[in-house]
């Protein structure tokens, strides 16, 4: 069985770029957007994954993801929810992890979060200078929120 422990960010400044790779372009829609589920599909670096998480409790949830072929995905991104969530994702290894800046595009433009996945939700991390106000249990920052509710109208 699959655990996601993760934790979110508002980003305060641009400090994070001298860090980063070069980013990979994500498009994802969703197939269902139960407060108990979720069901995602997701385009990125020319693969296609299906991934299937449970309710978010604090900062872990369940979570399930399997690669499927790209024509499968795209297909299946056809039959998403409204809108698709489009995103440029920066990796930055920080500490011994990886922070993962997600930089919104579309109806989320100007959104621009920090996610670091740990071992346990008691996990010590060391919080860099670029690093904002914490997110994690505020579900407007979900993804599968955004396409509810997009950045663009709060």
Same mark, same amino acid.
């Given at each position: 069985?699959?655990?996601? $422990? *993760?934790?979110?960010?508002? $980003? @305060?400044? !641009?400090?994070? +770029?001298?860090?980063?790779?070069?980013?990979?372009?994500?498009?994802? =829609?969703?197939? %269902?957007?139960?407060? *108990?589920? #979720?069901?995602?599909?997701?385009?990125?670096? =020319?693969?296609?994954?299906? #991934? $299937? +998480?449970? @309710?978010?409790?604090?900062? #872990?949830?369940?979570?399930?993801?399997? *690669?499927?072929?790209?024509?499968?995905?795209?297909?299946?991104?056809?039959?998403?929810?409204?809108?698709?969530?489009?995103?440029?994702?920066?990796?930055?290894? !920080? %500490?011994?992890?990886?922070? *993962? $800046?997600?930089?919104?595009?579309?109806?989320?433009?100007?959104?621009?979060?920090?996610?670091?996945?740990?071992?346990?939700?008691?996990?010590?991390?060391?919080?860099?200078?670029?690093?904002?106000?914490?997110?994690?249990?505020?579900?407007?920052?979900? %993804?599968?929120?955004?396409?509810? %509710?997009?950045?663009?109208?709060?």
């Amino acid at each position: 069985m699959g655990l996601e $422990i *993760e934790r979110k960010f508002l $980003i @305060k400044n !641009d400090d994070w +770029k001298e860090k980063s790779d070069s980013g990979q372009i994500i498009k994802q =829609g969703y197939l %269902n957007l139960d407060v *108990e589920r #979720t069901v995602r599909v997701r385009i990125i670096n =020319g693969k296609g994954v299906l #991934t $299937i +998480k449970g @309710k978010t409790v604090k900062t #872990t949830r369940l979570e399930f993801e399997y *690669e499927i072929p790209l024509e499968e995905a795209k297909e299946i991104l056809k039959l998403s929810e409204k809108s698709i969530i489009e995103k440029t994702r920066y990796e930055i290894p !920080d %500490n011994g992890k990886i922070w *993962e $800046i997600d930089i919104f595009e579309g109806e989320n433009k100007g959104l621009e979060i920090a996610e670091i996945e740990l071992s346990n939700e008691d996990e010590e991390i060391v919080i860099p200078k670029w690093i904002g106000k914490e997110v994690s249990e505020d579900s407007r920052y979900y %993804n599968s929120s955004l396409i509810k %509710n997009p950045f663009k109208n709060w």
